[in-house]
């Protein structure tokens, strides 16, 4: 192709099996970037090379769905759960027969190509498996499946089978398949948070909850595994393990966007709050489609389940205005301003708020009004500095309520959880050294930099120094932002490090670079300017250069469990 040409693009194919963004229903996905070329046009196109395909290889109840953006498409195809790999293969060559047909190059034969997908058709066939799924779904149970195993109901009651080898439905227990209360908890900042938070009130109220994040996966205080399982296969994981009694279910972004949800059916979800993170990815450009993103955990609630909104995020309320009206009375608003006009609405209403008065955090429903506790009694607010964390727990009140917790059950995990390695690892920790206050916390973007920033400029301090570096899938603009954040803390030395396993295609020094040069510009000397070679040796050297009376802030993305032990151990 010329530069005169149209260019049309994959950015990516992946298969859906859960709720997406699109729609409700399994299959594949395929991101395209078009230029030269009107979207809507090559929409059309794409949808007519779809459709052939489908009528040949016989799907023929099998349709497709789009989604539009500045400069491409989303373009997904539904298909049985079975043939998931060769919808993926549907829509490729769907593809590229309409890059060929627009751009007046010859189509090949489609006869080569209907032959091929056939025979994966039915090579990946599973019968045993999709009757499964249809019996689950008569007898209202649980059903989850991978590419590894398929299992029946949650918890105690499990069932679990190769998924090449799924059981006669005779085989199957179907009374003993129980399915758990389960929550969904999204947002920009204060997932991981929230999830843990939510779990502390779960044992206090007697109940082994299980919790996935982006740190691991726990049932209780035991650790399944270490790693990012915000997603759906974090969620299986955890739904099949016998000890689980309640899940609360972390689900970022990424998980939505290339899976889909982790389930179909929750009992509650939580979004904390929506900032421009990650934009630029699976054709989310904007704040306002990232938000529309985080709605998607709304798909999983029942007639009866409750979705715990922000009312403080303007960005949450306006989509709530346009989206949300026929679940209007099962939402749950919270603030940090009783004042707050949504809060004051929904109040009129007889609707569930959470709010913050007069150093008090309170539960509304209809008429009826109960003081949880104090911010001050709740210590990962820092008597009330971390206000971040006051909507933290705020959000998660509602969510619990909507879990059927009692107040004193809440009260006790609220005053119970705090913000140090064991509760909430690399979320606000604080330790002392020497007589300097350390505060280590995973402040990944500019919302959550501003909240800690706003958090540590109450605290007195005779010196600061920032610890920084960034994952390499970010932006040098959102670099840059994250660095003009950091920097409105008033630093007094800057430790600038790569964090090694995320450099994300980065070259080793790029990212440290680039905050350097943001923070010249904002007037920062190069003798306030060091450098080391990885997050833990960074830490090294900000505590020999700590004294008494000194603040100091590190973004531990990595090597945290190190920096943990030579804080402790010190």
Same mark, same amino acid.
């Given at each position: 192709m010329n530069s005169s040409q149209p260019q049309l693009l994959v950015d990516d194919l992946r298969r859906l099996t859960g709720p997406s963004l699109l729609w409700d229903k399994p299959g594949s996905i395929i991101d395209v970037l078009i230029t030269g070329l009107p979207v809507a046009q090559v929409v059309v196109a794409w949808q007519q090379q779809v459709q052939y395909l489908l009528d040949a290889v016989g799907w023929h109840t099998d349709t497709s769905c789009t989604r539009l953006f500045a400069g491409g498409a989303s373009l997904a195809i539904s298909s049985p759960i079975d043939a998931l790999y060769a919808s993926c293969d549907i829509n490729e060559i769907a593809w590229q027969r309409c890059c060929l047909q627009l751009t007046g190059e010859p189509l090949p034969a489609v006869d080569i190509a209907v032959q091929a997908l056939t025979q994966t058709i039915a090579a990946e066939r599973n019968p045993e498996l999709i009757?499964?799924?249809?019996?689950?779904?008569?007898?209202? &149970?649980?059903?989850?499946? +991978? +590419? @590894?195993?398929?299992?029946?109901?949650?918890?105690?009651? !499990?069932?679990?089978w190769p998924t090449h080898a799924a059981p006669a439905l005779g085989c199957v227990d179907w009374h003993a398949a129980q399915t758990l209360p389960c929550a969904l908890i999204t947002g920009t900042n204060g997932k991981s948070t929230s999830v843990r938070l939510a779990s502390k009130i779960a044992a206090a109220a007697g109940i082994t909850a299980g919790v996935t994040s982006t740190d691991f996966i726990r049932v209780g205080d035991d650790i399944i595994d270490t790693g990012d399982f915000s997603g759906p296969g974090g969620a299986r994981m955890l739904l099949r393990d016998q000890r689980t009694e309640l899940a609360l279910l972390e689900v970022a972004r990424g998980g939505i966007l290339r899976r889909g949800l982790p389930l179909a059916n929750a009992a509650a979800a939580l979004i904390t709050n929506v900032a421009e993170d990650h934009l630029g990815e699976y054709g989310i450009n904007t704040l306002a489609e990232l938000t529309a993103v985080k709605f998607v955990v709304a798909k999983a609630l029942g007639p009866e389940g409750v979705l715990v909104l922000n009312a403080d995020d303007d960005a949450i309320v306006t989509h709530s205005h346009t989206h949300?009206?026929?679940?209007?009375? =099962?939402?749950?608003?919270? #603030?940090? @301003?009783?004042?707050?006009?949504? !809060?004051?609405?929904?109040?009129?209403?007889?609707?569930?708020?959470?709010?913050? /008065? @007069?150093?008090?955090?309170?539960?509304?429903?209809?008429?009826?009004?109960?003081a949880i506790i104090a911010v001050q009694q709740v210590p990962m607010t820092l008597d009330g500095a971390a206000t971040h964390n006051i909507?933290?727990?705020?959000? !998660?009140?509602?969510?619990?309520k909507a879990l059927q917790f009692d107040t004193v059950a809440i009260a006790q995990g609220l005053s119970a959880f705090q913000s140090n390695a064991n509760d909430n690892p690399g979320r606000g920790n604080q330790f002392a050294y020497k007589g300097a206050k350390v505060f280590i916390d995973f402040a990944h973007n500019v919302h959550s930099m501003n909240a800690i920033?706003? =958090?540590?400029? =109450?605290?007195?301090?005779? /010196? /600061?120094?920032?610890?920084?570096?960034?994952?390499?899938d970010r932006c040098d603009e959102d670099i840059r932002a994250l660095a003009a954040a950091a920097c409105q803390l008033g630093v007094d030395q800057w430790l600038l490090v790569d964090i090694a396993t995320y450099l994300r295609g980065r070259k080793p020094g790029e990212i440290p670079g680039i905050i350097a040069a943001r923070l010249r510009e904002l007037g920062v000397?190069?003798?306030?300017? &060091?450098?080391? +070679? #990885?997050?833990?040796?960074? =830490?090294?050297?900000?505590?020999?250069?700590?004294r008494e009376g000194d603040s100091l802030l590190l973004m531990a993305l990595d090597d945290r469990d190190k920096i943990f032990t030579l804080l402790t151990e010190s």
């Open positions: 009757a499964l799924q249809k019996a689950a779904a008569e007898h209202a &149970a649980a059903f989850l499946w +991978d +590419d @590894d195993e398929v299992s029946i109901g949650h918890g105690k009651g !499990v069932q679990i949300c009206k026929n679940i209007a009375n =099962t939402i749950c608003w919270f #603030s940090l @301003d009783c004042r707050n006009e949504v !809060v004051q609405n929904h109040m009129r209403g007889g609707g569930r708020v959470a709010f913050q /008065r @007069d150093g008090q955090l309170i539960y509304y429903r209809g008429g009826a009004e109960e909507a933290n727990a705020l959000g !998660v009140i509602g969510l619990c920033v706003n =958090t540590l400029r =109450t605290m007195p301090a005779k /010196r /600061r120094l920032v610890l920084l570096g960034q994952a390499g000397a190069d003798n306030q300017i &060091a450098y080391a +070679d #990885s997050v833990f040796a960074g =830490t090294k050297k900000a505590l020999a250069w700590a």
